[in-house]
């Protein structure tokens, strides 16, 4: 294994009904290390991570992604069942690939 530099990171985001999907919006990030969410999520995870490369091994860590999501899309207009992809990527391949479904409700 070696030190991967995160180039990219993609986003893609489906609305599911039932077993259809419709890609809402994809989400392409060129310096993701210079984003103000997905950089400091990054060295949350990667505290290690130095310029956005990400140091060889194995990592695990739990989070909240219903929180992140809240977080970047705001609470007020995002509602239903949703499904994400998003992929960070290096010149080498996939650094990361991660998969979530969601179902976003109105706070009370």
Not at 23 to 34: D, I
Not at 65 to 81: L, P, R, W
Not at 89 to 104: E, T
Request: proline share 4%; hydrophobic share 35%.
């Amino acid at each position: 294994m070696t030190a991967s530099k995160i180039d990219e990171l993609k986003v893609t985001v489906w609305n599911v009904n039932g077993k259809q999907r419709n890609v809402l919006w994809n989400y392409k990030v060129n310096k993701p290390c210079q984003h103000f969410l997905i950089a400091s999520t990054m060295q949350q995870y990667y505290p290690d991570m130095r310029n956005c490369v990400v140091p060889p091994g194995q990592y695990s860590y739990k989070t909240n992604y219903t929180d992140i999501a809240y977080k970047f899309f705001g609470n007020s207009f995002f509602y239903g069942d949703f499904a994400f992809k998003m992929n960070a990527i290096s010149k080498q391949g996939n650094i990361m690939c991660i998969q979530i479904y969601a179902l976003f409700t109105k706070k009370v």
